[in-house]
């Protein structure tokens, strides 16, 4: 047992040392080329240390996933932000709001706001040439992704950022804030799991993943808070605790958006009373969210929301996106495509879901609407590696892994072949676990090792729903 152990250990020093290698060696967006490879072998050897984990003792399992997420976590913090800067708008904003100015109001190259620029966010001297670097139209050099529009980030993110703001104030605390977020994700998963030993190994999924390195905490992308909020909704929504389950899954909508796909998993098949006692609680928290924010910039808290959906190809006469559906549809009927594909998609998990496994269909929805969209930043894909995390059917982590190659590539040709490869994956997933549970004579709720079909209807009478 303890060589087990051991060997597992191993392996995930082994992922460590590669991705620590990664962060800082690897590469930046600037110099792209030897990224793909660097994650290749991130790739590999997080599959081996996944291996590996399934031969550990049960008794093993919890801790050395906590130390494991710890470890990983902690390399993202070995170098600044390398192929984002998001991070840097964080910063931005943060620092405005605690100076009392709501992060609506003003563009960061708001003259109005000149007097707290500072050499991190803005620097001077130099000749501006760096990948994360631009000019404003006042010639002014900045690191600010997009320094001319207002915020794009909702209220949770935005509070979020000014909570971080006092400790550190600058691109190192929002990193430091992302792998609190990234290890508080992976407890809140072994909380969901109970400590147990299988969810446990489940839990290093997310854990483990090379991408919450990069993605939650060297680039410290804000989805991560979503992430945590999303998996803390679903299991008190698990636990027919619908309040508080609604509360943090409107929170989580608050906080990116995209939490908001998840919605139909958490939903299917409960109670009318406990359906509006969710739905009521997460609308009630996504305004409360809202309206300190309202108050003080009216209709400047959409911010540089419509602008942001045109530029990356989400409306008609623009369409960087769908990459997959362009194959098959017209390019003016490709949102509505994509819209009409969801909708069943989310209508019939409204009609067969679990209920006591929210997760799985919230993995459905989500992971089909990444894969519809097609979008080309992988730190979308957090909600799937969490959702992941909890569900057990690791072929959707092929979706990021789509979005991270596309990010470092670009154009139609690799958007279709990176997501065409993902939909294959993620298909041939679906029908191995399909013939596997055929050929054990299984009901196909779970295999012993964690594998469980939850995209299949409960049979009558069956689960926490039946005889409601």
Partial sequence: MFTRALI?????????????????????????????????????????????????????VVPLVLAGSVAVAAVGLLA??????????????????????????????DPALARFREPGLWPTGGTCDGWDERRTAAGDCTRINRPAVHTIYPPVAEGWFLAVHPFGGGVRGVQAAGALLAVATTGALLAVGRGRAREGRRAALWGWCPGVAVWAVNDAHVDTLGALLLVAGLGCTARRRPAAGGVLLGAAIAAKLLPGLALPGALARRPVRETVT????????????????????????????????????????HIDRFGLLRLVVPDPLLPWAAGLVLAVVAGALLRRGDPARPWGGALLVTGTALLLV???????????????????????LAVPA?????????????????????????????AWRRVRRDDDGDDGDDDGRGVRRLDRPLRDGAGPAAGR
């Fill in 8 to 60: 597992a250990l191993l392996a995930l020093a082994a992922l460590v040392a590669a991705l620590a290698l990664t962060v800082t060696t690897g590469g930046t967006l600037g110099h792209r080329t030897p990224l793909l490879a660097w994650y290749a072998a991130d790739a590999a050897l997080f599959a081996l240390a996944l291996l590996a984990l399934r031969r550990v003792a049960d008794r093993h």
């Fill in 80 to 109: 600044p932000p390398r192929t984002s800067d998001d991070a840097y708008r964080y910063v931005w904003d943060g620092r405005v709001q605690a100076a009392g100015i709501s992060p609506y109001a003003h563009a960061p190259d």
């Fill in 278 to 317: 969710l739905l009521g609680a997460a609308l009630g928290a996504f305004a409360l969210s809202y309206l300190p924010y309202a108050v003080a910039s009216g209709t400047g808290v959409l911010g540089y929301l419509p602008g942001y959906l045109r530029e990356e190809g989400y409306q008609q006469g």
């Fill in 374 to 396: 097609a979008p080309a930043y992988p730190w979308y894909g957090l909600l799937v590696v969490a959702l992941v995390a909890l569900d057990g059917r690791w072929e959707w």
């Fill in 402 to 430: 789509a979005g991270q190659v596309l990010y470092l590539t670009g154009g139609t040709a690799a958007q279709q072949a990176a997501y065409g490869t993902a939909l294959v994956c993620v298909a041939a997933g679906a």
